[in-house]
T-cell receptor, first 114, second 114 residues
Framework: KQEVTQIPAALSVPEGENLVLNCSFT??????LQWFRQDPGKGLTSLLL?????REQTSGRLNASLDKSSGRSTLYIAASQPGDSATYLC?????????????FGTGTQLKVEL | DGGITQSPKYLFRKEGQNVTLSCEQN?????MYWYRQDPGQGLRLIYY???????QKGDIAEGYSVSREKKESFPLTVTSAQKNPTAFYLC?????????????FGSGTRLTVV
């Protein structure tokens, strides 16, 4: 059974700091990995999607890397801002005989302080 | 703008009552999904549908029912058989069957039993 772990569960940093969020998964046979952002009481906003054949994806101040063999992904946020405060979720997709399976981590709650 | 619309945003259910959560998308996505989110837990899959008039149970389907009569719509009914329905419900869609193109989420419905 695929298990996804995100560390740390919560993180508080001063504005302007660069930071790294971690995601690890137990089954390396994934098809893709997606990072999401969730604001309190809201839905999920997709940030980056990395296919299994890719090593990283970038969007603005965000960079996500994927190391399938070690079962790890990192989300790097450069020059953090208070508006980055949210919960960040990673989710991995594996293909099974019964159809695809998307498994989520429990998230990292980020607070960027002035 | 294309997207996923969930309604209502807040819903209150009395004991023994069935309620239906609406999910509509205008993204022309093939597949649609329902997830449940509880505090401190990852998202859990309730039901998913890859094409019209077809759907499959997810990990926690008991006490829920769905229909997929139109490509754009995937309503979720929470029945009286669901003993602990208070949660945040999220609908998602993907451009290809089995979610291989990444997921797009709605803004969620918060259901509370009164």
């Amino acid at each position: 059974k695929q298990e996804v772990t995100q560390i740390p569960a919560a993180l508080s940093v001063p504005e302007g700091e660069n930071l790294v969020l971690n995601c690890s998964f137990t089954d390396s046979a994934i098809y893709n990995l997606q990072w999401f952002r969730q604001d309190p009481g809201k839905g999920l906003t997709s940030l980056l999607l990395i296919q299994s054949s890719q090593r990283e994806q970038t969007s603005g101040r965000l960079n996500a890397s994927l190391d399938k063999s070690s079962g790890r992904s990192t989300l790097y946020i450069a020059a953090s801002q208070p508006g980055d405060s949210a919960t960040y979720l990673c989710a991995v997709m594996i293909l099974t005989g019964g159809g695809n399976k998307l498994t989520f981590g429990t998230g990292t709650q980020l607070k960027v302080e002035l | 703008d294309g997207g996923i619309t969930q309604s209502p945003k807040y819903l209150f259910r009395k004991e023994g009552q069935n309620v239906t959560l609406s999910c509509e998308q205008n993204l022309n996505h093939d597949a649609m999904y329902w997830y449940r989110q509880d505090p401190g837990q990852g998202l859990r899959l309730i039901y998913y549908s890859q094409i019209v008039n077809d759907f499959q149970k997810g990990d926690i389907a008991e006490g829920y029912s769905v229909s997929r009569e139109k490509k754009e719509s995937f309503p979720l009914t929470v029945t009286s058989a669901q003993k602990n329905p208070t949660a945040f419900y999220l609908c998602a869609s993907s451009i290809r069957p089995q979610g291989l193109g990444g997921y797009t989420f709605g803004s969620g419905t918060r259901l509370t039993v009164v």
